[in-house]
């Protein structure tokens, strides 16, 4: 079995434009190189939302919507979770 150099792997991107790009990233990286940027994660999974809301979108807002989620290739409401949580996250950065 051949070791890998791990001194040739492309350093880990802080951020990624798209979850498109992302998907990209690790479709031609082995997570197993990157073992030194992980940690542990501690998350209760749970098998339905507990919470649901139902919102009204403008035509234009929907309009946008519905390109955001043909272009990152994952459903609104998986959007609206992830923007609403990195909100929240910026909105306790400042609080706090």
């Known amino acids: 079995m051949v070791e890998k150099d791990k001194n040739h792997q492309p350093p880990l991107p802080e951020e990624f434009e798209t979850l498109e790009e992302l998907a ?39 309009a946008k919507m519905r390109e955001a989620e043909k272009r990152e290739g994952v459903p609104v409401g998986t959007l609206v979770n992830l923007w609403v949580q990195e909100r929240l996250q910026k909105y306790q950065q400042v609080s706090t």
């Open 24 to 62: 990209e990233f690790w479709d031609t990286h082995d997570l197993t190189d990157y073992a030194e940027s992980l940690a542990p994660v501690h998350l209760k999974v749970v098998a339905e939302p507990t919470h649901e809301y139902v919102i009204t979108l403008s035509d234009s807002l929907n």
